[in-house]
């Protein structure tokens, strides 16, 4: 060590477990260096002056109390490690010189600390008790813990960005006012431990970034301010009294659209504020959260797996969704955007979908009251239960069912529609009202029917080979296929590998006349698939020169690969049919252009039997 520290060319070392305190004003020569190593402790009582070649060099551990009016001591060039300390400790004001420190601590009690420039902080800042730290108007960086147990002030513009690598922290006794604060941490979380104001802009500068406060942190406590916005993570922990984002986050301008909201409570119980999101990510895997009102979200959409989301207002994902956790809505409306997403399980009121695009419904859910489609071309994917209890269906020739498992239940009790598509199985519901199709039908295993009719307007309701028809009750006017269609539209088409399934009684009529076909035998061969296409129109066929006198009604039936080699139908009609002499009416089939007489009807049955014929399709 020197023993005159004003020569020139000096190094003066203040080495571990010493502290040196300057009792006398001091000036260093040209050239010189001071340096405290680590565990070493300078303490400026007296101004010591630099020159402007010289060094101020304090090392990872080293601490430098500066406690004079006078800046002196970094007339030179400094050089403070990432763990080194310097502390502005005089009780009274001091200028905070802008430089690049490691950790920065104020103490002394009274006196504001002022940063003169811009400040880089690669450890933790500490505000001490009773002091004040101003910011004034420049932007600070921190990559360490912010300790405020004193008073912050700032000027307008100024930014505090935290942008460590490490977890970092917003703490102590007093809460910190921000101006605007920063967070570009993308490989840890920012933690807050107290409240926090920020009356200029929160920008959660990277899509890695994440804000943790504690449950008892409120942003902007006294009253909203300020905006909130990035492309980063910012969690909402709040528990008690309105736990919910805009009770955490008091802004006065919420720009998420880029954010993600994360509510973290895994037992739920929090307060979904009624915002438009980015991402929203609800964390409960158990327990309800509960949306305040209104939801929109831009992006993705998640519940835990277990957790449910609970609304009695409108739901609009515009975004992914991803197949977890449960919808409980018991009013307003979840619309799903014109894109292909996931369909959350769960209960809905209001079920809305936008595009014209495939949706998968990722388990069993439950309409209660409308059901629409916006745009045509919209398919429900599913392999799991669909409950429909409602009266309600706007455009349903928009939507189309594609069942590959499960059942789709028609439950309203009263008139409703049935969407067209494939059908594992449907379950229409135990009542005498009628379920009308909106397109073509499809039921691949099982048809559960036992009261009400179906109606087939313009389409075609088609059994495959696979597929039954299960009815605890007799078919009649009330419980019947109802051939409603203009002209011939509309048929029931059954098909079959074998001409057993055919052989059956095909509960047919119109209006509230059941007039069923019954193939009592049939013998042939089949080219799997064969099917039996059939119809009812409840006038005279008069382009077979039939006249107004005659049966006012007639069957189309129409076979594919079948070929009849013995066959028995028998047809039946109602009193109101007969418009002439019943008893000279003959059965006859009309194929091409030949009319094939059966023989006379049954007056007192309304029926009349084919007998042995090879003929089964015609008119």
Known sequence: SPTDLTGNYQTFVIQNSHTITSAATLTLGTNSIIEIENGGTLTESNAITMAASGTLQVDNGGTLNHNVNSITIFAGTESFGATSTVNYGLNNNQSV??????????????????????????????????????????????????????????????TVNF????????????????????????????????NTNVSGTLNMNGANTLLTPDAGVIFNNAAAAGTITGTGTVQVT??????????????????????????????????????????????????????????????????????????????????????????????GTVTYAATALNVL???????????GVGYTICNAITVNNALTFSAAGATLNTAFDVTLNNATFTNPTNGTISASASTVYYSYAGAQNILPGTYYNMDIYDGNFTKTLQGAVTINNNLAWDL???????????????????SSNVFSNTHMIVCNGAGTTGSFIRQSNSTALLTTTYPLGTGTSYSPIAITTLSGTVTSPASITLSVVPTYF?????????LNRYWNVTTSNLTVTDANVTFSYVDADVAGTESSYQGSVYSGSTWTYFGSVDTSGNTFTSGSTVILSGV
Not at 135 to 153: D, L, Q, R
Not at 455 to 464: G, H, I, Q
Not at 542 to 550: H, L, P
């Open 542 to 550: 008069s382009a077979g020169g039939a006249g107004a006198s005659d």
């Open 238 to 331: 709040r528990t008690a009294a309105t736990a919910g984002f805009s009770n955490q986050y008091r802004f006065t301008t919420n720009t998420l659209t880029n954010l993600t909201v994360e509510y973290t409570v895994l037992t739920g119980g929090q307060t979904i504020s009624a915002l438009t999101y980015g991402n929203l990510t609800l964390d409960n895997t158990s327990g309800t959260n509960t949306a305040a009102g209104n939801v929109t979200v831009g992006k993705a959409f998640t519940i835990g797996s277990g957790g449910t989301f609970s609304t009695a207002s409108n739901l609009n994902l515009n975004g992914t969704t991803t197949c977890s956790g449960t919808i409980s809505a018991t009013a």
């Open 163 to 194: 942008n460590g690598t490490t977890a970092q922290s917003i703490g102590g006794t007093a809460s910190t006012s921000f101006v605007n604060l920063t967070v570009s941490n993308t490989t840890a979380a920012i933690g807050v431990n107290v």
């Open 452 to 470: 009400g009719n179906i109606a087939l307007s313009t389409f075609n309701l088609t059994l495959a080979s696979t597929a039954n028809i299960t």
């Open 345 to 355: 399980t769960g209960t809905y009121y209001g079920l809305t979908f936008s595009g």
């Open 97 to 158: 010189i802008s430089a690049t420190y490691g950790n920065l601590t104020t103490s002394g009690g009274a006196g504001t600390k002022t940063a003169a420039g811009i400040l880089t902080i690669n450890g933790n800042i500490t505000i001490g008790n009773g002091t004040t730290f101003a910011a004034s108007t420049f932007s600070h960086s921190v990559t360490g813990n912010w300790t405020n147990n004193g008073t912050f002030t700032t000027g307008a513009g100024s």
